[in-house]
């Protein structure tokens, strides 16, 4: 069963000692004849506590190393999965097409939309390819662009974001990733059709808010959003390091901790142990959350989704004022 | 007599105006004008009298180099003598998240800068033209973005609309403030979705990007001026130059990131002196009053 799910983590190791056991255990019960029923049931009861007890009490570090699993379903593994008929358009029209944001038209549950995403790759080999899933300026461009032409034909518009952060590179900066960036935010405000965003994995930054203006933000259980990394935070704060878990747990960056916030409307469950466990059932989740929190929106005029889209998020910010 | 002289000594020479600048958050300490008589340019090396260097708008006589100066001094070099009327100055500061050392933290910055937050917002004249002014203070805390620099910028391009004024925002920010979290995150979205009103408004919005406009505030209003200005030698851009050092292991390119790099670029329409940037505004300004079009029929 973990043969396809990649490397475990340091933390489900006592659960997966203990499946490797009952296994052994089984497989001897069987080649010996001898009835262990009693045992093995005692000790799959066990594991199961086990489960239960290490993957409800997730922290956040380890909330995070499950969505930077390598064999977490990527935007195109999604997209495979939720949608019918996928069409990939390339291309930002300025400079050359970005492997690392991926876009295109698709039916969701028969409805026609538009969809884009970082695309992380799912071996090393196609992680270059996609530089890791972090686009550079023609990477926020096209997704701007299909996102424009989604407006002018009336389509949805679904953004999954998954993104550990903008590229910090010499030729992202001038190509003006800030620009892209802002230009990106500025004009998603502007679209007349409903936009759903769903943090699919990592929310990093402005990397993740150039696609994530929406009329309803969703979040994966384990998925993060934030204003910086963890590991940023804290080489930058406290100037050391080891104090990632701090960082993390200061940030509150977990779904949770968003949905009290107001940041996320939804989380959508992940199978136990996290999305990579099981692929369809995840996506079977993501798409019922995308097609309950768009049927509604089809029923709003363009002036009525701008407008919900701008004031969710003008009141955004606390302060006091006297 | 000897003992008199050292006594009026100083006196002489450490005039404290509101000028002065004082030290600051560490990180933003070394590159600011120390209290003292004489400065070292950055750039040049070369030591010039204070006073000579505050005279010249704290732009080096020898070299041209732009020292970073407060919001203060910057309205003082922007706004009609006395013209300027601060908006929205009781938003206060809240420890959202209970971050760890971020409530000393403001109040080190407050007490340092005497400033309430990193931005000062408000309805000025410039050479009589009446025009809405938001000036980041890069003394405050690295004048990052949280809830009230987010709120207050947008508050003021609203003012703007409400008003029909131009908006000009003079920029200087490290990004978005970390001990806000999320919130911070999505002040950019805030600040830049306004401007589409301000558009639609017919309003012009100048930004003018200063020593350093980066992070989030770049990738967010800084960014989307119809006309974008930036003052020589600023350093301006997304990803700080150290990540970017650490990722591709090799060196950068000569001037990367500076206001020269992104005119080279394309992402500025002009680098101006500081000495004319009241003018420059002023002219652009001009060319933008009662919707500044050509009517056609």
Redesign the interface.
């Known amino acids: 069963m973990s043969n396809n799910q990649g490397p475990i983590l340091e933390f489900e190791k006592p659960v997966v000692d203990l499946e490797k056991q009952i296994e052994e255990l089984k497989k001897f019960s069987q080649e010996k004849g001898i009835d262990m029923h009693e045992q093995i049931t005692a000790l799959e009861q066990k594991a199961e506590n086990l489960r239960m007890e290490i993957y409800t009490n997730l922290t956040v570090m380890q909330r995070i190393q499950i969505v930077r699993h390598p064999k977490r379903p990527t935007c195109l593994d999604y997209i495979g999965m939720i949608f019918d008929n996928f069409i990939e358009l390339h291309g930002d029209r300025l400079y050359r097409d970005d492997p690392a944001m991926i876009g295109g038209i698709a039916y969701l549950n028969g409805i026609p939309v538009t969809v884009v995403g970082q695309q992380k790759g799912r071996d090393t080999k196609e992680n270059i390819y996609r530089n890791f899933g972090m686009p550079h300026p023609e990477g926020y461009r096209k997704a701007l662009r299909l996102m424009k032409q989604a407006d002018k034909f009336g389509r949805p518009v679904i953004c999954l974001v998954d993104v550990v952060g903008?590229?910090?590179?010499?030729e992202?900066?001038?190509?003006?990733?800030?620009?892209a960036?802002?230009?990106g935010?500025?004009e998603m405000?502007?679209l007349r059709v409903p936009v759903i965003v769903a943090v699919t994995g990592e929310g990093g930054?402005?990397g993740a808010?150039a696609t994530?203006?929406g009329n309803r933000v969703l979040i994966m259980e384990n998925a993060y959003?934030?204003?910086?990394s963890p590991e940023?935070?804290a080489a930058?704060?406290w100037r050391d390091g080891s104090k990632v878990q701090?960082a993390a747990e200061?940030?509150?960056?977990g779904a949770k901790d968003?949905l009290e916030?107001g940041?996320v409307d939804e989380i959508v469950p992940e199978p136990i142990g996290g999305a990579h466990k099981n692929p369809a059932l995840a996506s079977k989740n993501l798409k019922e959350a995308l097609v309950s929190n768009l049927t509604p929106l089809l029923n709003l005029s363009p002036s009525q989704l701008l407008e919900e889209r701008?004031q969710r998020?003008?009141n955004?910010?606390?302060?006091?004022?006297? | 007599m000897l003992k008199d002289l050292f006594k009026t000594k100083p006196k002489y020479i450490t005039v404290k105006s509101e000028r002065d600048f004082q030290p600051r958050d560490e990180a933003v300490e070394k590159k600011e004008i120390p209290d003292g008589l004489w400065v070292k340019c950055n750039r040049c090396s070369q030591i010039t009298y204070n006073k000579d260097l505050e005279r010249n708008l704290k732009v080096c006589p020898k070299c041209g180099y732009h020292f970073r100066i407060s919001s203060k001094e910057r309205l003082e070099l922007l706004a009609d003598e006395g013209s300027f009327q601060e908006i929205d100055k009781?938003?206060?500061?809240?420890n959202?998240?209970d971050?760890?050392n971020y409530d000393s933290r403001i109040k080190k910055a407050q007490k340092n800068t005497d400033l309430a937050e990193a931005v000062l917002t408000g309805e000025a004249r410039m050479n009589g033209i009446p025009l809405v002014l938001a000036v980041m203070d890069f003394g405050f805390m690295g004048a990052s973005m949280?809830?009230?620099v987010?709120?207050k910028i947008?508050r003021a391009a609203e003012y703007a609309i409400q008003k029909k004024l131009p908006f000009i925002a003079v920029t200087a920010s490290g990004g978005?403030r970390?001990?806000?979290?999320?919130?911070?995150?999505?002040?950019?979205?805030?600040t830049?979705?306004?401007?589409?009103r301000l558009a639609e408004a017919g309003c012009v919005y100048i930004s003018v990007l200063t020593d350093p406009t980066t992070?989030?505030v770049?990738?967010?209003?800084?960014?989307?001026g119809d006309i974008i200005i930036a003052e020589p030698n600023a350093l301006?851009?997304?990803?700080?130059a150290r990540?970017?050092q650490q990722?591709?292991r090799q060196t950068?390119?000569p001037g990367?990131?500076t206001a020269e790099f992104l005119l080279e670029?394309?992402?500025v329409d002009m680098i101006v002196p500081r000495k004319d940037l009241k003018s420059t505004l002023t002219q652009l300004i001009k060319f933008h009053l009662n919707g500044g079009g050509v009517d056609v029929q």
Do not use: D, W
């Open positions: 903008a590229y910090p590179g010499v992202a900066e001038e190509r003006g990733q800030g620009e960036i802002a230009r935010i500025m405000a502007n930054s402005g808010l994530g203006i959003y934030s204003v910086i940023g935070c930058i704060l701090e200061a940030l509150k960056i968003l916030m940041i701008y998020f003008r955004y910010g606390q302060f006091i004022e006297n | 009781n938003l206060k500061t809240v959202i998240l971050f760890p949280g809830s009230v987010g709120e947008t978005a970390m001990q806000e979290g999320i919130m911070s995150l999505m002040q950019m979205a805030k830049s979705q306004v401007l589409n992070g989030g770049f990738a967010s209003f800084a960014a989307l301006i851009g997304f990803a700080g990540v970017i990722t591709i950068l390119p990367f990131q670029h394309g992402f």
